[in-house]
């Protein structure tokens, strides 16, 4: 199994948890408004891929920079996520006074979810883009991939729902079942199309998919959000 072909078809089960450019046919420059940046993370996938076809969960983090877009006032920087736990700041209920408090508990994204191999697979789930501004965009999107190609498709949410790790919540104390984060960034909308195609290489070179399931990949390259003109 070539590895690095293999790693291609891998990047559509994780790059669609990262912003892409406009949606089908539609480039960036072409776009009514739109935006792409450069990507640089990490995804880590459980069960790790191999030759065998299976179900796997994964998670991914990364930075998107250099940004331009034809949106006066876009953002130009920031990070994304996908099914990873976030510290937010809550209130608090004392259970036995009743008294509220406000204090910091770990909520969880949504996993992305996928089905497939090093040669083939499909996933689905949400991302989530923090913008250099403290404005955030939100992600839904499903990912098709064969060898070196790969399609994604998604489009922008109003909201992600987070909920709950009960083991952050300090002793004597209630915390919300769950946590919502809105799309807030106006340079893109909600309903607004993505797609895009990243490059992937396993973090470690005994990551063969034969021996060696992939579970930790370096994910690079161009990725954007807009709308057709």
């Known amino acids: 199994m070539d590895v690095r072909r ?8 994780l790059s669609a948890a990262l912003l892409c ?3 089908r046919g539609v480039s960036v420059a072409r776009a009514a408004s739109g ?10 996938i459980a069960p790790g891929l191999s030759a065998t076809s299976g179900s796997f969960a994964y998670s991914f983090t990364g930075n998107l920079g250099s940004c331009q877009s034809n949106v006066a006032g876009a953002p130009t920087a920031g990070t994304v996520s996908a099914g990873i736990q976030l510290l937010e700041t809550v209130t608090l209920t004392n259970t036995t006074t009743g008294a509220t408090t406000t204090g910091t508990v770990l909520y969880q994204e ?13 996933t689905a789930g949400q991302a989530l883009a923090v913008w250099d501004d403290g404005s955030t965009t939100i992600i839904g999107y499903s990912t098709t991939g064969a060898l070196a190609a790969v399609e994604l498709q ?3 949410l109003p909201s992600m729902t987070l909920t709950l790790v009960p083991s ?5 104390f209630t915390a919300p079942s769950t946590f919502t984060i809105a799309s807030d960034e106006p340079a893109f909308t ?15 070179p005994d990551q ?14 161009a990725v954007g959000i807009g709308s057709a003109p």
């Open 154 to 156: 998604g489009s922008i």
């Open 21 to 23: 450019v406009a949606g």
């Open 6 to 13: 293999s790693g291609i078809v891998l990047a559509a089960a």
């Open 35 to 44: 935006g792409a940046c450069q990507l640089q993370g990490v995804a880590n």
């Open 208 to 221: 063969d998919c034969v021996t060696t399931g992939v579970s930790s990949a370096n994910i690079n390259g």
């Open 190 to 204: 909600v309903g607004e199309q993505s797609l895009a195609a990243l490059t992937f290489s396993p973090t470690t």
């Open 168 to 172: 952050s919540v300090p002793a004597g």
């Open 110 to 122: 949504p996993i992305p979810q996928g089905s497939g191999s090093c040669g083939s697979s499909t």
